[in-house]
T-cell receptor, first 114, second 113 residues
Protein backbone atom coordinates (compact mmCIF):
# COMPACT_ATOMS: atom_id res chain seq x y z
CA UNK A 1 0.00 0.00 0.00
CA UNK A 2 1.17 3.51 -0.75
CA UNK A 3 1.51 6.40 1.69
CA UNK A 4 2.30 10.08 1.35
CA UNK A 5 4.23 12.40 3.67
CA UNK A 6 4.11 16.16 3.36
CA UNK A 7 6.96 17.38 5.47
CA UNK A 8 5.68 20.89 6.18
CA UNK A 9 2.24 21.60 7.59
CA UNK A 10 2.54 25.39 7.39
CA UNK A 11 4.64 27.50 5.02
CA UNK A 12 4.51 31.29 5.43
CA UNK A 13 6.09 33.18 2.53
CA UNK A 14 6.33 36.76 1.34
CA UNK A 15 4.84 37.83 -1.96
CA UNK A 16 7.18 37.39 -4.94
CA UNK A 17 9.42 35.02 -2.95
CA UNK A 18 9.95 31.41 -4.05
CA UNK A 19 8.25 28.51 -2.32
CA UNK A 20 8.88 24.77 -2.18
CA UNK A 21 6.46 22.23 -0.76
CA UNK A 22 7.93 18.84 -0.03
CA UNK A 23 6.24 15.53 -0.70
CA UNK A 24 7.60 12.03 -0.24
CA UNK A 25 5.78 8.81 -0.95
CA UNK A 26 6.27 5.15 -0.31
CA UNK A 27 5.22 2.48 -2.75
CA UNK A 28 6.72 -0.70 -4.09
CA UNK A 29 5.23 -0.30 -7.57
CA UNK A 30 4.92 2.30 -10.31
CA UNK A 31 2.91 5.32 -9.26
CA UNK A 32 1.05 8.33 -10.60
CA UNK A 33 1.58 11.54 -8.63
CA UNK A 34 -0.67 14.57 -8.20
CA UNK A 35 -0.72 17.95 -6.54
CA UNK A 36 -4.12 19.38 -5.66
CA UNK A 37 -4.89 22.88 -4.34
CA UNK A 38 -7.77 23.77 -2.05
CA UNK A 39 -8.80 27.41 -1.66
CA UNK A 40 -10.86 28.37 1.41
CA UNK A 41 -14.36 26.91 1.41
CA UNK A 42 -13.81 25.10 -1.88
CA UNK A 43 -13.13 21.58 -3.07
CA UNK A 44 -9.81 20.31 -4.37
CA UNK A 45 -8.59 21.36 -7.81
CA UNK A 46 -5.90 19.53 -9.73
CA UNK A 47 -2.73 21.62 -10.00
CA UNK A 48 -0.52 19.19 -11.91
CA UNK A 49 0.16 15.50 -12.35
CA UNK A 50 2.95 13.12 -13.26
CA UNK A 51 2.00 10.00 -15.16
CA UNK A 52 5.10 9.12 -17.19
CA UNK A 53 7.71 10.70 -19.43
CA UNK A 54 9.44 13.91 -18.45
CA UNK A 55 10.02 14.06 -14.72
CA UNK A 56 9.38 17.82 -14.62
CA UNK A 57 5.74 18.82 -14.93
CA UNK A 58 4.31 22.32 -14.98
CA UNK A 59 0.97 23.96 -14.30
CA UNK A 60 -0.56 26.88 -16.16
CA UNK A 61 -0.12 29.24 -13.20
CA UNK A 62 3.62 28.90 -12.71
CA UNK A 63 3.93 25.90 -10.41
CA UNK A 64 6.19 22.99 -11.28
CA UNK A 65 6.97 19.65 -9.68
CA UNK A 66 9.73 17.16 -10.27
CA UNK A 67 9.39 13.42 -9.90
CA UNK A 68 12.48 11.86 -8.35
CA UNK A 69 12.16 8.10 -8.36
CA UNK A 70 15.34 7.38 -6.40
CA UNK A 71 14.30 9.73 -3.61
CA UNK A 72 10.60 8.86 -3.95
CA UNK A 73 9.75 12.56 -3.96
CA UNK A 74 7.48 14.92 -5.87
CA UNK A 75 8.26 18.39 -4.53
CA UNK A 76 6.23 21.38 -5.71
CA UNK A 77 7.87 24.73 -6.45
CA UNK A 78 6.98 28.20 -7.60
CA UNK A 79 9.68 30.81 -8.22
CA UNK A 80 7.53 33.81 -7.31
CA UNK A 81 4.27 33.55 -5.35
CA UNK A 82 1.24 35.85 -5.35
CA UNK A 83 -1.23 36.63 -2.61
CA UNK A 84 -3.74 34.54 -4.54
CA UNK A 85 -1.58 31.42 -4.04
CA UNK A 86 -2.65 31.35 -0.39
CA UNK A 87 -4.30 27.94 -0.08
CA UNK A 88 -3.82 24.40 1.15
CA UNK A 89 -1.85 22.07 -1.09
CA UNK A 90 -2.22 18.29 -1.09
CA UNK A 91 0.12 15.74 -2.58
CA UNK A 92 -1.49 12.47 -3.68
CA UNK A 93 -0.34 9.18 -5.17
CA UNK A 94 -2.05 6.29 -6.88
CA UNK A 95 -0.52 3.01 -7.92
CA UNK A 96 -0.52 2.57 -11.68
CA UNK A 97 -1.94 -0.92 -11.29
CA UNK A 98 -4.77 0.22 -9.04
CA UNK A 99 -6.34 3.19 -10.72
CA UNK A 100 -9.23 3.83 -8.42
CA UNK A 101 -7.43 4.69 -5.21
CA UNK A 102 -5.71 7.96 -4.29
CA UNK A 103 -3.73 8.33 -1.07
CA UNK A 104 -3.30 11.88 0.19
CA UNK A 105 -0.78 13.65 2.37
CA UNK A 106 -1.95 15.74 5.31
CA UNK A 107 -1.63 18.96 3.34
CA UNK A 108 0.56 22.07 3.49
CA UNK A 109 -1.00 25.45 4.21
CA UNK A 110 0.72 28.22 2.27
CA UNK A 111 0.13 31.75 3.52
CA UNK A 112 1.45 34.51 1.28
CA UNK A 113 2.02 37.86 2.93
CA UNK A 114 2.55 41.23 1.25
CA UNK B 1 -21.42 22.36 -18.28
CA UNK B 2 -19.54 19.30 -17.01
CA UNK B 3 -19.14 19.55 -13.28
CA UNK B 4 -19.59 17.86 -9.90
CA UNK B 5 -22.07 19.24 -7.40
CA UNK B 6 -22.62 18.76 -3.69
CA UNK B 7 -25.54 19.88 -1.59
CA UNK B 8 -25.90 21.22 0.97
CA UNK B 9 -22.65 23.14 1.29
CA UNK B 10 -23.15 23.60 5.03
CA UNK B 11 -25.35 21.64 7.41
CA UNK B 12 -25.84 22.05 11.16
CA UNK B 13 -28.02 19.37 12.68
CA UNK B 14 -28.88 17.83 16.01
CA UNK B 15 -27.82 14.43 17.30
CA UNK B 16 -29.94 11.51 16.16
CA UNK B 17 -31.19 13.05 12.93
CA UNK B 18 -31.01 11.21 9.61
CA UNK B 19 -29.16 13.12 6.92
CA UNK B 20 -28.33 12.62 3.26
CA UNK B 21 -25.49 14.43 1.55
CA UNK B 22 -26.05 14.75 -2.17
CA UNK B 23 -23.42 14.40 -4.90
CA UNK B 24 -24.06 14.60 -8.63
CA UNK B 25 -21.73 14.78 -11.61
CA UNK B 26 -22.48 15.57 -15.24
CA UNK B 27 -19.27 14.17 -16.72
CA UNK B 28 -20.50 10.62 -17.26
CA UNK B 29 -17.82 9.23 -14.97
CA UNK B 30 -18.17 5.66 -13.78
CA UNK B 31 -16.04 5.93 -10.64
CA UNK B 32 -17.20 8.05 -7.72
CA UNK B 33 -15.78 8.55 -4.25
CA UNK B 34 -16.57 10.00 -0.83
CA UNK B 35 -13.77 11.38 1.35
CA UNK B 36 -13.81 12.69 4.91
CA UNK B 37 -11.55 15.65 5.63
CA UNK B 38 -10.66 17.02 9.06
CA UNK B 39 -8.47 20.11 9.62
CA UNK B 40 -4.76 19.39 9.29
CA UNK B 41 -5.37 15.79 8.30
CA UNK B 42 -5.17 13.91 5.06
CA UNK B 43 -8.31 13.05 3.17
CA UNK B 44 -9.63 9.62 4.07
CA UNK B 45 -11.55 7.53 1.57
CA UNK B 46 -14.78 6.28 3.16
CA UNK B 47 -16.74 4.94 0.15
CA UNK B 48 -16.30 4.41 -3.56
CA UNK B 49 -18.20 3.05 -6.51
CA UNK B 50 -17.11 1.58 -9.84
CA UNK B 51 -20.49 2.19 -11.44
CA UNK B 52 -24.22 1.65 -11.10
CA UNK B 53 -25.11 -0.81 -8.31
CA UNK B 54 -21.47 -0.96 -7.19
CA UNK B 55 -20.47 0.32 -3.73
CA UNK B 56 -17.40 -0.43 -1.63
CA UNK B 57 -16.09 0.68 1.72
CA UNK B 58 -12.91 2.72 1.76
CA UNK B 59 -9.91 2.76 4.04
CA UNK B 60 -11.56 4.64 6.89
CA UNK B 61 -14.42 2.92 8.64
CA UNK B 62 -17.57 4.99 8.51
CA UNK B 63 -21.07 4.58 9.86
CA UNK B 64 -22.43 6.18 6.73
CA UNK B 65 -23.89 4.31 3.76
CA UNK B 66 -23.99 5.09 0.06
CA UNK B 67 -26.01 4.07 -2.97
CA UNK B 68 -25.43 4.24 -6.73
CA UNK B 69 -28.69 3.78 -8.58
CA UNK B 70 -27.78 6.20 -11.37
CA UNK B 71 -24.39 6.92 -12.90
CA UNK B 72 -24.53 10.60 -12.08
CA UNK B 73 -25.74 10.36 -8.49
CA UNK B 74 -23.88 9.08 -5.40
CA UNK B 75 -25.61 10.13 -2.15
CA UNK B 76 -24.22 9.49 1.33
CA UNK B 77 -26.57 8.82 4.24
CA UNK B 78 -26.12 8.90 8.00
CA UNK B 79 -29.05 7.18 9.72
CA UNK B 80 -28.39 8.78 13.11
CA UNK B 81 -25.96 11.68 13.20
CA UNK B 82 -23.58 12.07 16.15
CA UNK B 83 -21.08 14.81 17.10
CA UNK B 84 -18.26 12.46 16.03
CA UNK B 85 -19.59 12.76 12.46
CA UNK B 86 -18.74 16.46 12.39
CA UNK B 87 -16.36 16.87 9.46
CA UNK B 88 -16.07 18.00 5.85
CA UNK B 89 -17.25 15.47 3.28
CA UNK B 90 -15.84 15.67 -0.25
CA UNK B 91 -17.26 13.85 -3.26
CA UNK B 92 -15.14 13.07 -6.32
CA UNK B 93 -15.49 11.35 -9.66
CA UNK B 94 -13.06 9.90 -12.19
CA UNK B 95 -13.21 8.89 -15.80
CA UNK B 96 -12.04 5.59 -17.23
CA UNK B 97 -8.31 5.02 -17.53
CA UNK B 98 -5.53 5.03 -14.97
CA UNK B 99 -4.17 8.36 -16.24
CA UNK B 100 -7.28 10.36 -15.38
CA UNK B 101 -7.40 12.41 -12.24
CA UNK B 102 -10.22 12.65 -9.74
CA UNK B 103 -12.47 15.71 -9.95
CA UNK B 104 -13.77 17.06 -6.65
CA UNK B 105 -16.97 18.76 -5.62
CA UNK B 106 -16.98 21.82 -3.32
CA UNK B 107 -17.66 19.73 -0.21
CA UNK B 108 -20.28 19.64 2.53
CA UNK B 109 -19.29 20.89 5.95
CA UNK B 110 -21.35 18.96 8.50
CA UNK B 111 -21.71 19.99 12.13
CA UNK B 112 -23.62 17.72 14.50
CA UNK B 113 -24.57 19.33 17.79
Amino acid sequence: AQSVTQLDSQVPVFEEAPVELRCNYSSSVSVYLFWYVQYPNQGLQLLLKYLSGSTLVESINGFEAEFNKSQTSFHLRKPSVHISDTAEYFCAVSEASNDYKLSFGAGTTVTVRA
Amino acid sequence: EADIYQTPRYLVIGTGKKITLECSQTMGHDKMYWYQQDPGMELHLIHYSYGVNSTEKGDLSSESTVSRIRTEHFPLTLESARPSHTSQYLCASKGAGSYNEQFFGPGTRLTVL
